[in-house]
C-alpha cells in the first residue's frame, strides 16, 4: 500500500478556503485515492475518491496532477463544523483484503 | 444509504470483565467487516478483518483470544474484548465493505464505541 504524507494540522477561518496536500509518491497505477472526515467521537465519513484530474462532490474538491504523486482537497467556504480530522488513503481497486490503512491525518481548526 | 451501527455507543466495566461490541450494516450487506482501534488524539489501527462465515484475521500485535471476533452473518460482527483491563481502554470502531461496492472500495464506518476499563 502506497504510504501517504500529509501536515499534521491546519487552521482556518471561517468562509475561507482550505486545501490540504497530500503525498504520495509511490502510488500505484491501478490506485485510488480516497479522503475521509472524522469528527471527536465518531467513525471516518468518506468525502471524496479520485483517480486523476479533478473530481468535485457537494462536499468537496480532489486535484490530482498528472504524476499522481500528490493530491489537494478542496474545502469551499469552511464553517466550524468542518473541524474535524482529514485522512487521505491511497487504496487499490480489485484488493481482496480492501483493509484501509491509516496515518495521522490533518487536523484542520476552523476558528469564527 | 450505507448506514452502519454500532452498539453500545459507550461503555464503562470493571477489570477483569468481557464486552461485547455489535457492529451491524443496515441496509447493506457486508461480506467483510473491519475493526479498528483509536486512542485519543491517534489514528486508526486495524485490529482485524472479519469475513463472514469464516475466522478472523488478526493484525500483528493484536491478540485473538482477547478480542473474539464473531461474523455469523452478512449484517453482524460481534468484538468481544474478554478480561478487559484498563490498557484496553479505547474507541473501538467497526466498518464495513458493501458487496456491491468492489470497484469503489468504500469502506462505511461506525460511530464508534468508547470502552473505559476501571
Known amino acids: 500500500l502506497a504510504k501517504t504524507t500529509q501536515p499534521i494540522s491546519m487552521d482556518s477561518y471561517e468562509g475561507q478556503e482550505v486545501n490540504i496536500t497530500c503525498s504520495h509518491n509511490n502510488i500505484a497505477t491501478n490506485d485510488y485515492i480516497t479522503w475521509y472526515q472524522q469528527f471527536p467521537s465518531q467513525g471516518p465519513r468518506f468525502i471524496i475518491q479520485g483517480y486523476k484530474t479533478k473530481v468535485t462532490n457537494e462536499v468537496a474538491s480532489l486535484f490530482i496532477p498528472a504524476d499522481r504523486k500528490s493530491s489537494t482537497l478542496s474545502l469551499p467556504r469552511v464553517s466550524l463544523s468542518d473541524t474535524a480530522v482529514y485522512y487521505c488513503l491511497v487504496l487499490p481497486t480489485f484488493n481482496a483484503g480492501n483493509m484501509l490503512t491509516f496515518g495521522g491525518g490533518t487536523r484542520l481548526m476552523v476558528k469564527p | 444509504g450505507a448506514v452502519v451501527s454500532q452498539h453500545p455507543s459507550w461503555v464503562i466495566c470493571k477489570s477483569g470483565t468481557s464486552v461485547k461490541i455489535e457492529c451491524r450494516s443496515l441496509?447493506?450487506?457486508?461480506?467483510?467487516m473491519f475493526w479498528y482501534r483509536q486512542f485519543p488524539k491517534q489514528s486508526l489501527m486495524l485490529m482485524a478483518t472479519?469475513?463472514?462465515?469464516?475466522?478472523?484475521?488478526?493484525e500483528q500485535g493484536v491478540e485473538k483470544d482477547k478480542f473474539l471476533i464473531n461474523h455469523a452473518s452478512l449484517t453482524l460482527s460481534t468484538l468481544t474484548v474478554t478480561s478487559a483491563h484498563p490498557e484496553d481502554s479505547s474507541f473501538y470502531i467497526c466498518?464495513?465493505?458493501?458487496?456491491?461496492?468492489?470497484?469503489?472500495?468504500?469502506?462505511?464506518f461506525g460511530p464508534g464505541t468508547r470502552l473505559t476499563v476501571l
Open positions: 472479519s469475513n463472514e462465515g469464516s475466522k478472523a484475521t488478526y
Open positions: 441496509d447493506f450487506q457486508a461480506t467483510t
Open positions: 466498518s464495513a465493505r458493501d458487496r456491491t461496492g468492489f470497484i469503489r472500495n468504500e469502506q462505511f
